[in-house]
T-cell receptor
Framework: GEDVEQSLFLSVREGDSSVINCTYT??????LYWYKQEPGAGLQLLTY?????DMKQDQRLTVLLNKKDKHLSLRIADTQTGDSAIYFC????????FGAGTRLTVKP | DTGVSQDPRHKITKRGQNVTFRCDPI?????LYWYRQTLGQGPEFLTY????????KSRLLSDRFSAERPKGSFSTLEIQRTEQGDSAMYLC???????????FGPGTRLTVL
């Protein structure tokens, strides 16, 4: 989606932290989401943050939102090989707009 | 399994044929969405329903595409006179309310030869 941008690739070593970044353009977005997609599968909702929050933590996942800069990040602590997938950032007001996805590769 | 289901998972067809896909949303969700995803891209919004009413259609949805949700439960997406450019993954999602998190089905992968 042209309104949501992400870097295309990220490679980390197992056990390190991964940080996936996203920028969006619609300042009136209500919710921002992170989805995970494994090969040949649909999208799995990982976490989401309401636009009036600046941080949300859920087990190994930490979402940071900088509303002023329209910047969203997803940090995965202690990254595992099973975390290898494509991660999509999405923003929503009425319909949902997705970025092109960041392919995360976790090396053992 | 109470998630979103889609049928078929894969469809191979010849150019010019019609195809129809089905989506069964999570039962209490009144919003249902269709997306198209091509290789290396995120899902692109096609259309959505609130109950049986189709409320929005993307300009990506040409007149060869039609979607229905006759009883406000399952939905069908039909593509008439398929073209090779229609080859993609067609994803369905449902949500409880406007702007809220959407739960996706596994998708239907269409290949047009």
């Amino acid at each position: 989606g042209e309104d949501v941008e992400q870097s295309l690739f990220l490679s980390v070593r197992e056990g390190d932290s991964s940080v996936i970044n996203c920028t969006y353009t619609d300042s009136s977005s209500t919710y921002l989401y992170w989805y995970k997609q494994e090969p040949g599968a649909g999208l799995q909702l990982l976490t989401y943050i309401f636009s009036n929050m600046d941080m949300k933590q859920d087990q190994r996942l930490t979402v940071l939102l900088n509303k002023k800069d329209k910047h969203l990040s997803l940090r995965i602590a202690d990254t595992q090989t099973g975390d290898s997938a494509i991660y999509f950032c999405a923003e929503s007001k009425n319909d949902m707009r997705f970025g092109a996805g960041t392919r995360l590769t976790v090396k053992p | 399994d109470t998630g979103v289901s889609q049928d078929p998972r894969h469809k191979i067809t010849k150019r010019g044929q019609n195809v129809t896909f089905r989506c069964d949303p999570i039962s209490e969700h009144n919003r249902l969405y269709w997306y198209r995803q091509t290789l290396g891209q995120g899902p692109e919004f096609l259309t959505y329903f609130q109950n049986e009413a189709q409320l929005e259609k993307s300009r990506l949805l040409s007149d060869r595409f039609s979607a229905e949700r006759p009883k406000g439960s399952f939905s069908t997406l039909e593509i008439q006179r398929t073209e090779q450019g229609d080859s993609a993954m067609y994803l369905c999602a449902s949500s409880l309310a406007r702007g809220r998190e959407q739960f996706f089905g596994p998708g239907t992968r269409l290949t047009v030869l």
